[in-house]
């Protein structure tokens, strides 16, 4: 036998809910705090002259005994991998979604010194499906750490990459990191020797099932205008006149894709530069070094387009390297403005727009 009740299902009206919450606070009055906790605690706030803040009553000191077990554990809230409901704004998928500046210690094979510890800063981005919410930004983290202890090759960032694209259950994944690389160079004349720092990052891609190795060098030089080192000379010729070209700090950015199955060392990629152009700014100089450079520089003279073809002769030349580009960026002495180039080699660096900001990133203040 079937009973119906239709008062269950009716909505009651606005004037039936307010009697109802007299008579709850009429009960919320006379009632013990147990009680209230027992039937619902919010009802606490039904009580008149009751304190914001007075509910609910929270422990104020840190549980320093609380462990965690794996049924607290799986109880926790995860809004990032919630349901696709929660997707706020354009339900598309992002191409890049991860952490930024993550630091640790990472050692290094170098070509000549064995291996070097250095500072590195870590971005680790996957792609995002447009119906999931979120990734748990700690696993890529967790990845990494997993391999830190590890000298760095790109076989280690790969494993890394493999854990975590496995972790957030993406298809496209990319490690990038930057550090400040040492190598002890010799002055030109004077046998003195420094350290000159490069600014180096690793770079691994996956893309549609496809990976790719990038090495990123930025290359510090001295730049020499060839018109100025012309007219100055004929000042000389013409009217014994006393007249100095116009150089100045210049910054080669050379990204270069490594082939598969090849080594190419960080110091390979800087030899290459520094034969391209090899006024490379000094570290440690003498008079004798000073004087040295200053014919280093006559005998070199480069328009910031000559830069550009310059690293690339060196860079065509190397069976190492698959596709390349490099962004050149000479920062006048004579002008209020910069001289800058861009030239590619490959599908893997072209792209229609720059950042805004790009030439910024050139300044190299030591």
Same mark, same amino acid.
């Given at each position: 036998?079937?009973?119906?009740?239709?008062?269950?299902? *009716?909505?009651? $009206? +606005? /004037?039936?809910?307010?009697? #109802? %919450?007299?008579?709850?606070?009429?009960?919320?009055?006379?009632?013990?705090?147990?009680?209230?906790?027992?039937?619902?605690?919010?009802?606490?706030?039904?009580?008149?002259?009751?304190?914001?803040?007075?509910?609910?009553?929270?422990?104020?000191?840190?549980?320093?005994?609380?462990?965690?077990?794996?049924?607290?554990?799986?109880?926790?809230?995860?809004?990032?991998?919630?349901?696709?409901?929660?997707?706020?704004?354009?339900?598309?998928?992002?191409?890049?979604?991860?952490?930024?500046?993550?630091?640790?210690?990472? *050692?290094?094979? $170098? +070509? /000549?010194?064995?291996?070097? #510890? %250095?500072?590195?800063?870590?971005?680790?981005?996957?792609?995002?499906?447009?119906?999931?919410?979120?990734?748990?930004?700690?696993?890529?983290?967790?990845?990494?750490?997993?391999?830190?202890?590890?000298?760095?090759?790109?076989?280690?960032?790969?494993?890394?990459?493999?854990?975590?694209?496995?972790?957030?259950?993406?298809?496209?994944?990319?490690?990038?990191?930057?550090?400040?690389?040492?190598?002890?160079?010799?002055?030109?004349?004077?046998?003195?020797?420094?350290?000159?720092?490069?600014?180096?990052?690793?770079?691994?891609?996956?893309?549609?099932?496809?990976?790719?190795?990038?090495?990123?060098?930025?290359?510090?030089?001295?730049?020499?205008?060839?018109?100025?080192?012309?007219?100055?000379?004929?000042?000389?010729?013409?009217?014994?006149?006393?007249?100095?070209?116009?150089?100045?700090?210049?910054?080669?950015?050379?990204?270069?894709?490594?082939?598969?199955?090849?080594?190419?060392?960080?110091?390979?990629?800087?030899?290459?530069?520094?034969?391209?152009?090899?006024?490379?700014?000094?570290?440690?100089?003498?008079?004798?070094?000073?004087?040295?450079?200053?014919?280093?520089?006559?005998?070199?003279?480069?328009?910031?387009?000559?830069?550009?073809?310059?690293?690339?002769?060196?860079?065509?030349?190397?069976?190492?390297?698959?596709?390349?580009?490099?962004?050149?960026?000479?920062?006048?002495?004579?002008?209020?403005?910069?001289?800058?180039?861009?030239?590619?080699?490959?599908?893997?660096?072209?792209?229609?727009?720059?950042?805004?900001?790009?030439?910024?990133?050139?300044?190299?203040?030591?």
């Amino acid at each position: 036998m079937n009973l119906h009740t239709p008062e269950i299902d *009716r909505h009651p $009206s +606005r /004037d039936e809910a307010a009697e #109802a %919450l007299q008579q709850l606070r009429a009960w919320a009055t006379r009632a013990t705090p147990a009680e209230i906790a027992d039937l619902d605690p919010s009802l606490a706030r039904l009580l008149p002259h009751t304190a914001e803040d007075s509910y609910p009553v929270l422990s104020r000191s840190y549980p320093h005994a609380f462990e965690v077990d794996a049924a607290y554990k799986d109880d926790l809230p995860d809004l990032q991998n919630g349901p696709s409901s929660l997707i706020r704004g354009a339900r598309k998928p992002i191409q890049h979604v991860g952490i930024s500046n993550f630091r640790l210690p990472i *050692r290094f094979h $170098s +070509r /000549d010194s064995g291996d070097l #510890a %250095l500072e590195t800063s870590v971005t680790g981005t996957v792609s995002l499906e447009a119906e999931k919410k979120g990734i748990n930004m700690s696993r890529i983290m967790r990845s990494f750490y997993a391999h830190a202890e590890k000298t760095f090759s790109f076989e280690v960032i790969q494993a890394a990459l493999d854990d975590y694209k496995a972790d957030l259950e993406s298809f496209d994944a990319r490690i990038q990191m930057r550090f400040s690389y040492p190598v002890r160079v010799e002055s030109l004349r004077s046998g003195l020797h420094g350290y000159q720092y490069y600014d180096i990052a690793l770079e691994l891609v996956e893309l549609a099932g496809q990976r790719k190795k990038i090495v990123h060098l930025d290359y510090v030089y001295s730049s020499t205008c060839p018109c100025s080192l012309e007219l100055s000379e004929h000042a000389r010729r013409a009217r014994g006149q006393l007249a100095t070209p116009h150089s100045q700090r210049s910054v080669a950015r050379i990204s270069v894709e490594v082939k598969d199955g090849d080594c190419l060392w960080f110091e390979d990629v800087i030899d290459m530069a520094r034969a391209a152009v090899p006024t490379e700014t000094q570290v440690m100089v003498k008079r004798e070094d000073e004087q040295a450079f200053a014919e280093l520089n006559a005998a070199n003279p480069i328009f910031v387009e000559d830069a550009a073809r310059l690293f690339c002769a060196q860079l065509e030349a190397d069976p190492r390297v698959g596709d390349f580009r490099i962004v050149a960026s000479h920062q006048e002495s004579l002008h209020s403005h910069d001289a800058v180039s861009i030239l590619t080699e490959g599908d893997t660096f072209t792209c229609d727009s720059i950042d805004p900001r790009l030439f910024n990133t050139l300044y190299h203040v030591g």
